[in-house]
């Protein structure tokens, strides 16, 4: 249990609610903001994690190399700051006090008296500036141990002593990293609670102990959620314990298993939504789409993870620069971390000048903290906008295909006024434009076009909460029966050909709260009035709403149209720092929007409930048509 959940009763009972209520009803109000806010991770973590460049065979010279680049490129005055170690750095776990042990022959300063340390590493990292990263599993035994080809790196001994993984361990090995060793951040895969189930040949063979998984990638149903869950709650608990500043950086890696990438935002700093990357278009397609719809689920200390940047190899190596600057535009715009995955001691110059691109860093370290949302979805094509601290806006033009795509930003997307000027800067080059109402460019194969643009703004005296993700936490999403997303790219990672069925769609989460859109991606329409601006979102429903000084809430509400039920009744409730102040009758579908609407000013958080009594499956959706925050 975090320290935050510690607090939970008492702000409860300070927002005037009985903790019984609240337990009994999730609906309820709390008064606070539930998403993590331990550790320390405002803005999206940027860095370097051995993986991608060297799988298990990370050594001191490979990483101390890659961390030299980074500074003399100047990478690190522009934010790159975590130099992580992935699998592939312990040799065993000593038997007769369950110490972690290093391979001291890939970590030559970690030779020191007594038992081997990465204290040395570590204090040499941060006297260059950096923060130090680790790696670690749920499990007894670890992902290499699983899946890696060959042996190379991979923990060594008695089965005992080849369990490396957190599993009955966690305090000890949490101690061990941050107390002892003083690392900042720590990856927790999964592996450990997935692969290595009784009849798995690997443990048949006497080679592993069994775990029964907790986790099915392909199956909710068959994975234990509040298990999992329970086991990352222990880590928060060693996490607190050992780290008493609380500057730490915990990364989920379930890689959108067991529903994570609904209740990650809960539970860490940064939550893997898909399977692992791989330098293909493809595959990258399939990762950014595992995040791109999930604004919502992204905020100020937890952040949706799409996996480390790729950039270097493969699609995106020197010959391909479009794809390796669309793959770094929809990382920064999506707020994912930056996570450099290259062997940068030997990374070409053009790829150093991608990662260093400041405008585009800017867009990801932005304050306001909003990842961008989806302005234009269709046919391979998308425009995605992205609400900056001072009210400018990003966008970006993704063309996904291989044909060039002549495009038309409007003022629309942007959310600016059409009868005034808009000013662009291209960020990738320079180049500077202005529009009215609208623009032709054309968008090449693969590439995407990343502006910073400003104008006036449509709603001149706030901001919707569509426009402030970042500020909006879906604590309760109503979705009670998660289902696979089907507006996630197909492809398998690190392509093995066509034997067996493919990549069946296996992330869930469709029907999750969304900007701008119903939750399942259609536009928010109330008794036929459509709303370009709102919030979408299941009933049965519990949003947070920070508010950042501002004095009115209004929104219009109701049943959405493209409810399949119409007898469904719903409510809809306002609330500020835990007491009521706005609600409507019961609505179905078809019913006019009502205006619900408070003043807020003073207050510091919003929780804006919809319920739908007596419903036991997924509810109706219902929309917060125009919700905003004004002046
Ligand atoms: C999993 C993770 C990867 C990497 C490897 C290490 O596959 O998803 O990011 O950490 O394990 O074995």
């Not at 040395?120 to 890696?148: E, V, W």
Request: glycine fraction near 10%.
């Amino acid at each position: 249990m975090t320290l935050h959940r510690f607090l939970l009763p008492l702000a409860a009972l300070c927002a005037g609610t009985s903790l019984s209520a609240q337990m009994a009803d999730p609906l309820a109000p709390t008064g606070r903001w539930s998403a993590y806010q331990a550790g320390s991770a405002q803005l999206p973590p940027m860095g370097w994690n051995s993986w991608n460049a060297f799988f298990t065979h990370v050594d001191e010279e490979k990483l101390m190399g890659s961390a030299q680049r980074i500074r003399d490129a100047g990478l690190a005055r522009k934010g790159y700051r975590y130099i992580n170690i992935d699998d592939g750095w312990w040799i065993r776990r000593r038997a007769s006090d369950g110490r972690l042990m290093i391979r001291t022959d890939k970590f030559p300063s970690a030779r020191v008296k007594g038992d081997p340390s990465f204290r040395p590493l570590t204090d040499r990292l941060h006297a260059m500036g950096f923060k130090a990263g680790i790696y670690s599993d749920l499990g007894r035994n670890i992902c290499s141990q699983a899946y890696a080809d060959g042996s190379e790196q991979l923990p060594e001994g008695s089965v005992a002593e080849r369990e490396v993984g957190l599993y009955g361990h966690a305090d000890q090995d949490i101690r061990l990293f941050f107390a002892d060793w003083g690392f900042d951040a720590i990856k927790v895969d999964g592996c450990g609670i997935r692969a290595y189930a009784p009849d798995a040949e690997r443990v048949r063979s006497g080679q592993y102990r069994a775990l029964a998984p907790l986790i099915d990638q392909h199956s909710i149903s068959r994975s234990n959620i509040p298990a999992v869950k329970a086991l990352f709650a222990e880590i928060n608990q060693s996490l607190a314990r050992h780290n008493p500043d609380g500057d730490y950086m915990l990364s989920l890696c379930i890689w959108g298993s067991a529903n994570v990438r609904s209740w990650g935002k809960d539970v860490g700093n940064i939550s893997r939504t898909s399977d692992d990357i791989s330098p293909d278009w493809g595959r990258m397609l399939t990762n950014y789409d595992s995040a791109a719809r999930r604004a919502l689920y992204a905020h100020p200390g937890s952040w949706n993870d799409p996996d480390m940047l790729f950039i270097g190899k493969g699609d995106f190596d020197a010959n391909h620069l479009i794809e390796a600057k669309s793959h770094f535009s929809l990382w920064a715009m999506m707020n994912a971390p930056l996570l450099i995955g290259a062997d940068l001691r030997t990374t070409p110059q053009p790829l150093i000048d991608i990662f260093g691109n400041a405008d585009i860093i800017a867009l990801n370290q932005d304050q306001a903290g909003n990842q961008a949302v989806m302005a234009f979805d269709a046919d391979g094509f998308q425009i995605l906008v992205k609400t900056l601290a001072k009210g400018e806006k990003a966008v970006a033009l993704f063309n996904r295909g291989l044909a060039p795509v002549d495009a038309i930003l409007t003022a629309d997307h942007l959310k600016f006024r059409a009868d005034r000027p808009i000013a662009l800067a291209n960020l990738w080059t320079g180049e500077r434009s202005s529009f009215m109402r609208d623009m032709k460019l054309r968008v090449a194969p693969r590439e995407t076009v990343v502006f910073r643009a400003r104008g006036d703004r449509t709603l001149a005296d706030g901001l919707y909460l569509s426009e402030q993700p970042g500020m909006v936490n879906p604590a309760v999403d109503g979705v009670v029966q998660p289902e696979p997303d089907p507006t996630i790219y197909h492809s398998i990672p690190n392509w093995r050909g066509t034997r067996g069925i493919g990549e069946r769609p296996m992330y869930a989460g469709w029907g999750g709260a969304m900007a701008d859109f119903t939750p399942y991606n259609q536009p928010l329409v109330i008794a036929g009035k459509t709303y370009g601006s709102g919030i979408g979102i299941l009933a049965n429903s519990r949003l947070e709403v920070h508010n950042a000084g501002f004095a009115r809430f209004a929104a219009q509400v109701g049943v959405d149209d493209s409810a399949l039920d119409g007898d469904q009744a719903v409510r809809f409730f306002l609330y500020g720092d835990g007491r009521p102040l706005a609600s409507t009758p019961p609505m179905r579908r078809g019913a006019p929007a009502q205006a619900i609407a408070a003043d807020v000013k003073g207050i510091k958080l919003l929780e804006l409930v919809a319920r739908a009594d007596g419903v036991r499956g997924n509810a109706v959706p219902v929309s917060w048509g125009d919700a905003a925050l004004l002046r």
